[in-house]
């Protein structure tokens, strides 16, 4: 125990020197938990250098082991600090952990996008863009990577990922609600309703979404099958009959209504 307050101090005093003085002693203190539930990696990847991270992987007695043990877990740390240099090398040595979910407690879990969202990290999520992935996923709370954007108030990253939210719309509708449809339960904080003009020759769908409390109409022509989408915020519809039925709707088709 006196070892690992030792090590604690060391990493967060920068001293890499006596870090690696108690790891060549007790090289099993680099998969230990110093901080919490935090390994000594995460720790390092908080507050230490780059020198200092690279020193205690050295001491790793088996990186891919610590890999296994802390999951995605240890990825979604290095997207959290911001360490893109360390989650890139992680991912290209493990490419079976891409994909992965990151369990927080329980049956809670959510995707490297979420992470990165939570915490406004721009550049992680242009990163995992390119990398391919989804920003429509959902994490166990129904939400998607701009929902926690919204939620945590990362203004950078909601604007960020707002173009998603028509994808989003676009997607879940056609999964799930068929033309001629009218209202129709897109998930647990979503509802859809749709109709067509046929004197103005467009089907007009309007997706309220409780959970980021926006409106995305999408206006698709009839004709060419081009599908515009139009962003409205609930708030600017408070009062309207349109969102009043709307709430009511959603609760009728099994959904509800975020705290």
Aim: aromatic share 6%; proline share 4%; hydrophobic share 40%.
């Amino acid at each position: 125990m006196f070892e690992k307050s030792k090590l604690k101090k060391a990493i967060e005093a920068g001293d890499v020197g006596k870090v690696q003085a108690i790891l060549s002693r007790h090289p099993h203190l680099a998969n230990q938990r110093l901080k919490g539930t935090a390994p000594t990696l995460a720790l390092a990847l908080e507050v230490a250098s780059d020198e200092m991270v690279d020193t205690i992987i050295a001491c790793c007695p088996d990186i891919d082991a610590h890999l296994d043990w802390t999951g995605p877990h240890i990825i979604c740390d290095a997207v959290a600090r911001g360490r893109l240099n360390y989650a890139k090398a992680w991912l290209t040595e493990r490419p079976d952990l891409r994909q992965s979910l990151r369990y927080r407690s329980g049956q809670h879990h959510e995707t490297l996008m979420h992470t990165a969202a939570r915490r406004g990290r721009i550049d992680a999520l242009e990163w995992l863009l390119q990398e391919g992935f989804d920003p429509l996923a959902l994490n166990s709370q129904g939400r998607t990577a701009m929902a926690e954007a919204v939620k945590y108030e990362q203004q950078s990253a909601v604007e960020f990922l707002r173009p998603y939210e028509a994808a989003v719309a676009k997607r879940r509708v056609a999964t799930l609600m068929p033309d001629g449809a009218t209202w129709s339960l897109i998930d647990p904080h979503t509802v859809a309703y749709a109709r067509e003009d046929e004197k103005s020759g467009y089907r007009l769908t309007d997706i309220f979404n409780f959970s980021l409390g926006t409106c995305v109409t999408l206006h698709r022509n009839l004709q060419t099958g081009i599908e515009t989408p139009v962003h409205h915020s609930l708030s600017a519809l408070a009062g309207a009959s349109a969102l009043v039925t709307a709430e009511n709707e959603l609760q009728r088709l099994g959904g509800n209504l975020p705290a």
